[in-house]
């Protein structure tokens, strides 16, 4: 059973960067599509972003153009880059994976991912 450890929050300053990694054992990568998700207090779970077995991706809007997934197949890890982080981009965040090809109305529903990571917290506050 794959196993997945999610690393790399931190406390950071409006328009700063951080990088998540979510780095998987017990399997590989190759063999799912990974998604980030994030939850704030009092809030549900959202999706942020996801990569497929083939390498396409895709985002939620409040992400696009400063949020990039994306796979290193050789250390078997996956990461989320985040740039121009804003105060709402607080939450804890979560990866996980999905062992089918979905179509695009169903890459965001959490309950289609199997494995999730413990998450790790990002708070971006001044």
């Known amino acids: 059973q794959v196993q997945l450890v999610d690393s790399g929050g931190g406390l950071v300053q409006p328009g700063a960067s951080l990088e998540l990694s979510c780095t998987a054992s017990?399997?590989?990568?190759?063999?799912?599509?990974t998604g980030w998700f994030r939850q704030a207090p009092g809030k549900q779970r959202e999706f942020v972003a996801r990569i497929s077995r083939v390498g396409s991706t895709n985002y939620a809007d409040s992400v696009k153009g400063r949020f990039t997934i994306s796979r290193a197949s050789a250390k078997n890890t996956v990461y989320l880059q985040m740039n121009n982080l804003h105060p709402e981009d607080t939450a804890m965040y979560y990866c996980?994976?999905?062992?089918?090809?979905?179509?695009?109305?169903?890459?965001?529903?959490?309950?289609?991912?199997?494995?999730w990571g413990q998450g790790t917290q990002v708070t971006v506050s001044s």
């Open positions: 017990g399997g590989t990568f190759n063999n799912y599509a």
């Open positions: 996980a994976v999905d062992p089918y090809v979905r179509a695009f109305d169903q890459i965001h529903d959490a309950n289609n991912y199997v494995h």
